[in-house]
C-alpha cells in the first residue's frame, strides 16, 4: 500500500544512508521507489542493494519518455541490475515508442507503470487534456499499473472507473506535495507514493508507521474491505 | 553541426570503446550527446571523460519529464559532473516542472534544450498535435535550444520561421531512423544528432566525415552560406 520514494537527501540532516532509511522502514512499505538523483549518486548497482537489503519490489523511476530502441536497451539494463518494475510516460505514444518497451518488459519480466498525469500545476496544460485516451493506450496497452497524482483525487475517481481492478493505480503526491496519506486511496488507488514526508524527518520509522495506519484506515473506512 | 550520440554498444562488432569512438570522430564533432544506457553502464562519471578526452561539449539526454524538485537535483549532478546541457521533455508544461528546471539551470550555467517532437510514429498521437503550443512555451522560456525530428522536416520548417535565428534546433532521426545527412540543416536544423549509422559502422573515422561533409555541402547547398 505504501510504496516509499528513495530521492536524496535522507534524514532531517540530510545525514541518514539509504540502508538506515531502508531499516527504518521496510516493515511498512510494499516497495521502494528509486529514480535519477539516487542511481546517479550511488551508481545502477543501487537498484540490487535496496532489492537484497529490503526484501520489497523495487521500481525504478526514470519517467522513460524515449524512441522505443533507446527504452529497450535501458530497461534491459534495469532488469539486469534487479529491477521488478519501469516507469514510462505515455504521452510519447505507442508506435515506436511504447509497443516496443511494453514487449521488450514481458521478456525481462518487468512490470510497466504508464504515466498518465503528474502532481505539479503544469501537468494540467498538456497530459490531463489527454486524459482518457492516455487511459485507454494503457487499458489497450494491458500493462501493471499507471500514475495518478493524489493533487488532483477527481483523475484517481475517474480511472478507477476506467481501468477496472486488474491495473493498479499508484499516487505520488502526498505529505509536500500537499496531499494527505490516505487520500488516494480512498479515491481509488492500489499504492500511495511517499517520499520526502518520511525520508526526511527526524524519525522515518515513525512516520513511515503513522502513514501507513492512515493508508489501512483509509481502505477499510472508504473502500469497504475489513 | 554533427552531435554525435554515444549509444553503445559501439562498432560494428559491439567492441569499441567509447574512448575509441571519441578518438575517431571528434575532429569533425561539435558535441556529443550522453544517454541513461551509457551512464547506466558506466557510471555518471563517464559525463567528464567524454568531454575532456574529446574537449568538446557534452549534452546530457535522459529527455527529463519530472517535477521540477526531481529535476533540479537532477540537474545540479549532472552539472557537478561536467555537462554543458540537458535534455527536457516540453510537455510537461511549465509550472512546477520547467519554470525550475530552467531556473536551475541558469544558475548552474547549463544549456536547456527542449524536445518539442521526436522521431517515431508515435510522436504524432499526442505530441505533434501541441507542436504550436510547445513552441510558443520554448520562446517563452528563451532555452539555448530545442528537438525535433529529422523524420518530419515540415516541423523544422514550420520551427525555424517562429523561432527566429536564435534558438538552435536540434535534429535526430538520420541514418538508422531514416533521414539523410544533411537533409534537416537543409529544412533549417542547426545540428544534426547522428547515433548509429556512425558509432555501429565499421569505420567509424570515415563514416563521421563522410557525414560531415554532407552538413556541410548541405549548409552551403540550402543556406546560402559559402
Known sequence: MLVLALDPPFGLKGDKSTREI??????????????????LKEGVGVIREVKESSGRRVIVDFKLAEIGDVMKETISILARNGADAVIVHGFIGVEGALDVLVEESRKLGLDVIIVVSMTHK??????????????????????????????????????RGVLGGSIKIYSPGIGVQGAEPGSAICAGADYEIIGRLITRSENPRVVAERVYSAQLEAWRRCRGYQ
Open 122 to 159: 503544469g501537468a494540467t496544460r498538456f497530459l490531463d487534456i489527454h486524459f482518457e485516451e492516455l487511459l485507454k493506450q494503457v487499458v489497450d496497452l494491458n500493462v501493471h499499473g499507471v500514475v495518478l497524482p493524489a493533487t488532483r483525487l477527481h483523475l484517481i475517481k475517474k480511472a
Open 22 to 39: 531502508i531499516e527504518e522502514t521496510k516493515h511498512v512499505v510494499s516497495a521502494y521507489k528509486i529514480g535519477l538523483p539516487l542511481v
